[in-house]
Nanobody, 126 residues
Framework: QVQVVESGGGLVQPGGSLRLSCAAS????????IGWFRQAPGKEREGVLC????????YEADSVKGRFTATRDIAKNTVYLEMHSLKPEDTAVYYC???????????????????WGQGTQVTVSS
């Protein structure tokens, strides 16, 4: 059974950093596309950083370019989202999602993913 579990959220001051983890079970993270999404109160869920099922294929939202990075740790079967220079507008519930053989061409939509974690809250506030 394909499962993903997020962890690492919390409260951080503006300008700070945080690392989220997406632990996978039931599949290998290098065989699947992994997407990081976020949803703020009253807003739609949006793709933040998505890694395609082929090496080099990825999507990155303009709002996080230069600040967020996503990496696969094959040995730990985990995907990380490193977030730096955090802003109050980054406050949201962050979700990890997985889907087999999915590539991105300028967009990363939640409806493309079938397996989701429960989410982890990230709050950026002084």
């Amino acid at each position: 059974q394909v499962q993903v579990v997020e962890s690492g959220g919390g409260l951080v001051q503006p300008g700070g950093s945080l690392r989220l983890s997406c632990a996978a079970s039931g599949f290998a993270v290098d065989d699947y596309a992994i997407g990081w999404f976020r949803q703020a109160p009253g807003k739609e869920r949006e793709g933040v950083l998505c890694l395609g099922s082929s090496n080099g294929n990825r999507y990155e939202a303009d709002s996080v370019k230069g600040r967020f990075t996503a990496t696969r740790d094959i040995a730990k079967n985990t995907v990380y989202l490193e977030m730096h220079s955090l802003k109050p507008e980054d406050t949201a519930v962050y979700y990890c999602a997985a889907e087999w053989r999915l590539l991105f061409n300028g967009v990363c939509l939640p409806e493309g993913f079938g397996s989701w974690g429960q989410g982890t809250q990230v709050t950026v506030s002084s």
